[in-house]
């Protein structure tokens, strides 16, 4: 099957962030081509995206730069202190066992 029509095929599933390999290993009976994976995909969705907002216009002023990257540092913190507790948390339910 073209890889074209596995990646239209399976598309939806991948915009749901759902792995695919074993079907299309199922289906092919082949390794999935590198097209038809979620990394490819958010690649091209994040590209196609981001030419939009460049085409609209879409203006960012330096304060509001600041101001997300600044967000976006306090969620990197906030994911590490959550994924540490979680990591604590399951080290001691194990040791329970």
Known sequence: ?????LLLK?????L?????AADVRAETGA???AIVSRRAVGGVVAV????V???TGTEMSGTQSAQITDN???VISACG???GAAMVIVGQIRKGK
């Open 16 to 20: 749901k962030m759902k792995d695919v």
């Open 10 to 14: 399976y598309l939806p599933a991948l």
């Open 72 to 74: 976006i540092m306090s």
């Open 53 to 55: 907002a460049v085409y």
């Open 81 to 83: 202190a959550l994924y």
């Open 48 to 51: 196609v995206l981001g030419a």
């Open 31 to 33: 390794e999935k081509p």
């Open 1 to 5: 099957m073209p890889t074209l029509i």
